[in-house]
């Protein structure tokens, strides 16, 4: 190979967001190069969406047979860290499939390498030239990891090293009960680990909705302790760690760092890109287009944090390529219609955002429908009585707005409620679709049930008003 090579777009990062752009360039009929440092496969297979989901379902399988054997031992065929160490074997084999696809795809495209810029037009990827007349950074992020933690040294995991261990700990202490650390509570606890998490906010799951937080804080409560609206302290101790929230405190063998995530911006070098920063002296890209401003870059998945899933990344992934493209082209870019928010913590019951939070709400001109649990058969029958779907709905018309809910099998009626939502479907139009029965959709149907009952009430009103 020369040493320096001449592409059309460089894309750096073969993540979900980086392989989608570059295929994105590559069917428009021009040239680019993949740029990875490794190891590929993706976060999403190797550290995110599939680990987390194989070890919950590990922890699922744990629990029904602890459940069914109560206080007997389980056959010695049967433990825990079994089950853990399946399901994250089940995780090499999808990260390793992941990675012989993206070789595949790039061929020759694909260059392993730490990418920096040197110029606005060019990258050092391992000492080796790269010249591209734009470029999509898609590097993704890594957790955060404050220095009061860092203190605490090899008795502190990220879900990057909670995955590479193949043994589970005694006890946690999981500092960040948002979508992340909570998946983790519930899959430790059903494993048989002592869990204690605690975050500063008052809801768990980030979830906005306060009736979803507060019934969501509640049911989890049952399987560990969750701490939650006050600081949470980290002390090292000689068994571990000593982790605080308020005036309770717990000693644990060790702490998961679940405080979110930060763009991998670091080493790359967007100074000498020509990008210029914001006020508070960041790099932020341009939410429609994704573009850096004052550069031929566009930033695309995690790293650019506003939306941190990975359809979010696919999707992100063809917008900054088409940015990319428009500059070669010269033409505007055709930057597709980003999709209805959409957010599934898989806790069995499931915590999901629809569509727009409650805190974006106008509380004067919407309708809140609700449905419980325990007044829909078959979430009785799986025992999920706890279970609240919450519609918001807009006055008048009832145009479906978005939806907060807890519920066992959540992730299927959040699937639902977006399709709804982005098809501008109303509370009434809704209630026109078949619900079979015994089902949980049939939650649903209460909860536009209830919010067509009070669109009805203000119409009444108005009629009597007249
Ligand atoms: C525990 C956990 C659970 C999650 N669960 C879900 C879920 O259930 N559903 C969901 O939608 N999302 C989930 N996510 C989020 C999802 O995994 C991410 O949004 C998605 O993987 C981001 O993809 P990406 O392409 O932006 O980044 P990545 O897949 O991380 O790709 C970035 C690539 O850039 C490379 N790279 C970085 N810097 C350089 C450099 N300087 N030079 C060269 N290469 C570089 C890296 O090697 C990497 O391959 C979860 C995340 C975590 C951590």
């Known amino acids: 190979m020369p040493d320096t090579l001449h592409t059309d777009i460089a894309v750096i990062g073969a993540g979900t967001a980086g392989t989608s752009a570059f295929h994105e360039i590559r069917r428009a009929g021009h040239s680019a190069l993949l740029i990875d440092h490794g190891p590929l496969g993706t976060t999403c297979a190797r550290a995110g969406c599939m680990p987390s989901k194989a070890v919950l379902h590990a922890a699922h399988r744990w629990s029904v047979l602890r459940d069914f054997l109560g206080r007997q031992p389980a056959p010695s065929s049967a433990s825990a860290d079994a089950l853990w160490r399946e399901a994250l074997a089940l995780r090499d084999t999808l990260a390793d499939g992941a990675a012989k696809r993206t070789r595949e795809a790039a061929g020759d495209a694909?260059?392993?390498?730490?990418?920096?810029?040197?110029?606005?037009?060019?990258?050092?990827?391992?000492?080796?030239?790269?010249?591209?007349?734009a470029f999509v950074v898609a590097t993704g992020s890594r957790p955060v990891v404050p220095p009061f933690l860092r203190e605490l040294g090899a008795a502190v995991l990220t879900t990057d090293s909670l995955f590479q261990r193949d043994r589970l700990p005694r006890s946690v202490g999981i500092v960040g009960a948002g979508a992340v650390g909570l998946e983790m509570a519930v899959a430790l606890s059903r494993l048989g680990v002592r869990v204690v998490a605690a975050d500063r906010k008052d809801a768990p799951a980030g979830i906005a909705d306060p009736a979803i937080g507060q019934r969501a804080a509640q049911r989890f409560r049952e399987e560990f302790t969750l701490w939650l609206g006050q600081p949470v302290q980290v002390e090292a101790d000689p068994s571990g760690a000593a982790i605080r929230c308020g005036a309770d405190s717990e000693l644990v063998e060790v702490v998961l760092a679940a405080l979110g995530r930060e763009p991998n911006v670091h080493g790359l070098d967007l100074a000498a890109s020509g990008a210029t920063t914001d006020a508070q002296g960041r790099f932020a890209a341009d939410p429609a287009t994704l573009r850096l401003p004052g550069s031929s870059l566009f930033l695309a998945g995690d790293v650019h944090p506003d939306r941190p899933l990975m359809h979010e990344a696919a999707d992100e992934g063809v917008i900054a390529a088409r940015g990319a493209l428009s500059l070669l082209d010269g033409q505007p870019a055709r930057v597709p219609a980003r999709r209805t928010p959409l957010g599934i913590v898989f806790t069995d019951p499931d915590i999901c955002n629809v569509g727009m939070s409650f805190d974006r709400l106008d509380p004067e001109s919407t309708v809140i429908g609700t449905a419980e649990g325990s007044g829909n058969g078959r979430s009785r029958i799986l025992h999920a009585e706890s279970s609240l779907v919450r519609v918001y709905a807009r006055r008048g018309d009832g145009l479906l707005l978005g939806a907060a809910l807890m519920a066992v099998h959540g992730e299927h009626l959040a699937h639902l409620l977006a399709w709804a939502v982005q098809r501008g479907e109303t509370a009434r139009s809704l209630l026109e679709m078949p619900y079979y029965h015994p089902v949980v959709e049939e939650m649903l149907q209460s909860a536009l049930k209830d919010a067509a009952r009070q669109l009805d009430t203000d119409t009444d009103t108005a009629r009597g008003n007249r």
């Open 110 to 133: 694909l260059l392993l390498g730490s990418a920096r810029f040197v110029a606005p037009d060019a990258l050092d990827v391992d000492g080796r030239r790269v010249r591209a007349r």
